[in-house]
Structure formats: C-alpha cells, structure tokens
C-alpha cells in the first residue's frame, strides 16, 4: 500500500516557465513533507519542506504547496532552469522524534533549453 | 561544514557474503537512519538510530543490521547477501526535533553494492 504517490513519472518544461511536481499521501498522520533531487547513483540533496501547520513555504526559486483536506502537495520552480534536470521525491514523515521517511516513487523533470 | 559521509562508495560482494557499510553524519547530528534504493522498489526506510539505540526498524529481514557509537558514526550490515540486495544504500542524520528544525534529514552520496 503506497502512502506517498507521485502519480507522474516524468514532466517536461521549457526553460523559464514554471516546474510544478505533485506529490498524493493516504496516511493524515503525516505532519512533515519534504521534496528532494537526486541524479542517479548520488544521494537525495534536500530540497525544501513544510509542516503540516502551513500551507505554503517558499524558498527562492522553489515553493511548496500543501492542501491537507485533499492530502495533496505539490512543487513549484519558477523560473526552471536546465540544471532542475533530475528526478525529485517527495517524502513524508510522523510527527514526534521519529527520523522515518516514507518517499513517493518520483518524477523525472526534464527542463528543456 | 561537512555533509554525511558513506564509505565504501561502490562494492562488489559475491552471494553468501556479508558487507559492512559505514557512515559518518554532519557533526552534530545524533539521528542516523538507512534507506536502500532498489529500481523496483524505490527508497525505502531500513532502520534510523538515536544515541546509539535503534528507534525505527522498517520491514526488512533480521539480515539487515546494523549499529550507532557514541560518536553518533553508524554501520549497517547484511549478511548472507542475495542478488535482490544489489541497491544503493543511503545513510542519512538529522538534527532533533526542533520548531525551527523539523525533520530535516540530509542524505550521504551512498554505497552502491552489487551482489552477484
């Protein structure tokens, strides 16, 4: 049973218009998200996160959306640039001490020059 | 500031083997937890530890293992490696809970093993 869904595999974007990745979660019990990039073989780098709390933190280019009453979030990069290339996860976490990250199964963004 | 460290990088192991994986989180972290990337499968919680106990153990078979010191530096090992163990392994930490905090959690490079 998938409690965090990326339903989309893959998105192309032109250069300079908007990015904008969606992420589906079952479980209401989840009270952290983050988004993160990765290329293949290397590590997640750690994109931005939100707190169940609000609705909308921005962090330069990047800005994540929550909506809670449909359990939905979603990424937006404005403006995109070829070097957003990569495939992004977005992950959900319990609140309290625990350090578990249930990740969606991703989104390969290509931005297009 | 130095991130999360993982060594070795990549590793061949025959089947029947056991691999031991090491990881050293950004200094000040105490939280460490493994995730294991697979094409089938994706990123998937394998256990975390906090103050050299384990905290959260996901759902993987007793041959996945692994430990914290009281450096906070952790090890992961898997014994009797299947080919299904081929994956990149990823070694994460994380400051604790805080308001400012939250669950931030930074990732090392990883430990691609490849079983054969």
């Known amino acids: 049973d998938q409690q965090v869904k990326q339903n989309s595999p893959s998105l192309s974007v032109q250069e300079g218009r908007i990015s904008i990745l969606n992420c589906d979660y079952t479980?209401?019990?989840?009270?952290?998200f983050l988004w993160y990039k990765k290329y293949p073989a290397e590590g997640p780098t750690f994109l931005i996160s939100?707190?169940?709390?609000?609705d909308k933190n921005e962090d330069g280019r990047f800005t994540v959306f929550l909506n809670k009453s449909a359990k939905h979030l979603s990424l937006h990069i404005v403006p995109s640039q070829p070097g957003d290339s990569a495939v992004y996860f977005c992950?959900?976490?319990?609140?309290?001490?625990?350090?578990?990250?249930?990740f969606g199964s991703g989104t390969q963004l290509t931005v297009l020059p | 500031k130095a991130g999360v460290t993982q060594t070795p990088r990549y590793l061949i192991k025959t089947r029947g083997q056991q691999v031991t994986l090491s990881c050293s989180p950004i200094?000040?972290?105490?939280?460490v937890s493994w995730y294991q990337q697979t094409p089938g499968q994706g990123l998937q919680f394998l256990f975390e530890?906090?103050?050299?106990?384990?905290?959260n153990k996901g759902n993987f078979p007793g041959r996945f293992s692994g430990r914290q010191f009281s450096n906070s530096r952790s090890e992961m090992n898997v014994s009797t490696l299947e080919l299904g163990d081929s994956a990149l392994y990823l070694c994460?930490?994380?400051?604790?809970?805080?308001?400012?905090?939250?669950?931030?959690?930074?990732f090392g490079e990883g430990s691609w093993l490849t079983v054969v």
């Open positions: 994460a930490s994380s400051l604790p809970w805080t308001a400012s905090s939250g669950n931030t959690i930074y």
């Open positions: 479980n209401s019990m989840f009270d952290y």
């Open positions: 939100i707190s169940s709390i609000k």
């Open positions: 992950a959900a976490a319990l609140g309290g001490s625990a350090r578990q990250l249930t």
């Open positions: 200094s000040g972290h105490r939280s």
């Open positions: 530890y906090f103050s050299e106990t384990q905290r």
